[in-house]
């Protein structure tokens, strides 16, 4: 049996494979984002807010592709979740 959620109107949709397919490329999507922003932190391009997330990020500041890698493979996940 699978969990409900309830939409905006009020009634209850089940939650499918494919809504989890999709909530793991919108991981990967933010996960890339915010790679490139620490990106650009490490090189001081963004200005304040890059001082501010190298302050409290500062190894993915100095390493941007451990977030990267991390959005690989929630891609990796979701495509093989899709896999029927």
Same mark, same amino acid.
């Given at each position: ?7 905006? +109107? $009020?009634?209850?949709?089940? =939650? #499918?494979? +494919? +809504? ?6 919108? =991981? ?6 915010l790679s490139g922003l620490f990106y650009a932190a490490g090189y001081h391009e963004i200005g304040?807010? $890059? =001082? ?6 500062? #190894? ?6 451990? =977030? ?9 996940? $979701?495509?093989?979740?899709?896999? +029927?």
């Open positions: 049996m699978q969990p409900n959620r309830i939409n905006f +109107r $009020g009634r209850k949709r089940p =939650v #499918t494979a +494919r +809504r989890k397919e999709h909530a793991m490329f919108f =991981v990967a999507a933010i996960l890339v984002v304040s807010l $890059g =001082v501010d997330m190298c302050r409290y990020g500062s #190894t993915f500041c100095d390493n941007p592709f451990y =977030v990267l890698a991390a959005a690989i493979l929630a891609a990796i996940w $979701g495509a093989s979740v899709s896999i +029927r």
